[in-house]
């Protein structure tokens, strides 16, 4: 069945404005990302991106209008990492997530939805940081990391199912 594409008339589909919570206004956003993993001798190696919080983490961005999941997945993986040429591996599932902006609706309370997506990428692709932007977030660095050590180089707690299932994905892989 082919991925339903988001038909609302607003700009992006992470634009509502909401509900109270504790008094406060909360915005609901909707962002798509990937792990992108590369086969090499060494063997597979993950592309992580450092964030403005100085974190390590993975790629990913509000899905635009009428764009898929993971079209928008696609989209962000190319404009953080440059890469685009990408092969499609599977869903690794989403993360609800709570926080308090610091960007855009400065001090606004924000409700995210992030869907995860596996993605593999040629053995010899590399990778390319965007321009840094005059504002908003910010991607200090990329780079490739060694399967086995995603887990630790991520600080993000609420990731670490999205990296638990690929790795157990590309464990099985590298075993066939």
Same mark, same amino acid.
Do not use: N
């Given at each position: 069945?082919?991925?339903?594409?988001?038909?609302?008339?607003?700009? /992006?589909?992470? #634009?509502?404005?909401?509900?109270?919570?504790?008094?406060?206004?909360?915005?609901? +956003?909707? /962002?798509?990302?990937?792990? *992108?993993?590369?086969?090499?001798?060494?063997?597979?190696?993950?592309?992580?991106?450092?964030?403005?919080?100085?974190?390590?983490? =993975?790629?990913?961005?509000?899905?635009?209008?009428? +764009?898929?999941?993971?079209?928008?997945?696609?989209?962000?993986?190319?404009? +953080?990492?440059?890469?685009?040429?990408?092969?499609?591996?599977?869903?690794?599932?989403?993360?609800?997530?709570?926080?308090?902006?610091? =960007?855009?609706?400065?001090?606004?309370?924000?409700?995210?939805?992030?869907?995860?997506?596996?993605?593999?990428?040629?053995?010899?692709?590399?990778?390319?940081?965007?321009?840094? $932007?005059?504002?908003?977030?910010?991607?200090? $660095? *990329?780079?490739? *990391?060694?399967? +086995?050590? *995603? #887990?630790?180089?991520?600080?993000?707690?609420?990731?670490?199912?999205?990296?638990?299932?690929?790795? $157990?994905?590309?464990?099985?892989?590298?075993?066939?």
């Amino acid at each position: 069945m082919p991925e339903p594409i988001h038909s609302s008339t607003r700009r /992006s589909i992470s #634009s509502r404005k909401g509900k109270r919570r504790g008094g406060r206004k909360v915005r609901t +956003e909707v /962002s798509a990302g990937g792990l *992108v993993f590369r086969k090499t001798k060494r063997g597979v190696q993950i592309a992580m991106l450092r964030d403005a919080f100085g974190h390590w983490t =993975f790629p990913k961005g509000h899905v635009r209008r009428l +764009e898929t999941l993971r079209q928008a997945a696609e989209r962000e993986i190319g404009e +953080e990492l440059g890469v685009t040429t990408l092969v499609y591996a599977g869903a690794l599932g989403t993360i609800d997530i709570w926080f308090k902006d610091r =960007f855009v609706w400065k001090g606004m309370m924000i409700h995210k939805f992030i869907h995860y997506f596996l993605f593999e990428a040629s053995k010899d692709q590399k990778l390319v940081p965007p321009a840094h $932007a005059e504002e908003g977030e910010r991607i200090l $660095a *990329v780079t490739w *990391v060694p399967l +086995e050590k *995603v #887990s630790r180089w991520s600080t993000y707690r609420d990731l670490q199912p999205m990296i638990e299932k690929a790795v $157990a994905i590309l464990g099985r892989a590298q075993h066939l």
